[in-house]
């Protein structure tokens, strides 16, 4: 095989690793788990999927930590330790997200699929 046709296949592979990668990521959410979770913490009350409320929504999340390598770590400090946020121009204190280790990994890998 020529070192042409060995690059192509190599890199066909490659991408080919990298899509299945991907979408075992994505598989790896639990959608109905992370949307109980949304309603039990009323997360909804301020956020949603793709409109912003007086929270940004999730697919914006999403955008914003595209390519971060520490984004789900991000997610889960701010969803869990009641950081300062503005809201309507006042600052008020994040909810504390309710749940176990798990159900907040697996809440916040859910945002960041939007």
Not at 21 to 40: F, H, P, S, W
Not at 47 to 75: F, I, M, Q, R, W
Request: aromatic letters at 4%; glycine letters at 6%.
């Amino acid at each position: 095989m020529s070192n042409t046709k060995f690059s192509y296949l190599l890199r066909a592979l490659m991408a080919a690793g990298l899509a299945c990668g991907a979408m075992a990521a994505q598989a790896a959410v639990d959608v109905a788990a992370a949307e109980a979770a949304l309603k039990d913490n009323k997360c909804t009350k301020c956020h949603s999927v793709d409109k912003d409320k007086s929270g940004p929504s999730y697919k914006k999340t999403a955008e914003k930590y595209k390519g971060k390598a520490d984004a789900e770590a991000k997610l889960v400090t701010h969803m869990t330790t009641g950081p300062k946020i503005k809201v309507d121009g006042e600052e008020e204190v994040h909810v504390k997200t309710k749940g176990d280790e798990a159900a907040i990994k697996n809440l916040a890998q859910y945002i960041l699929s939007r």
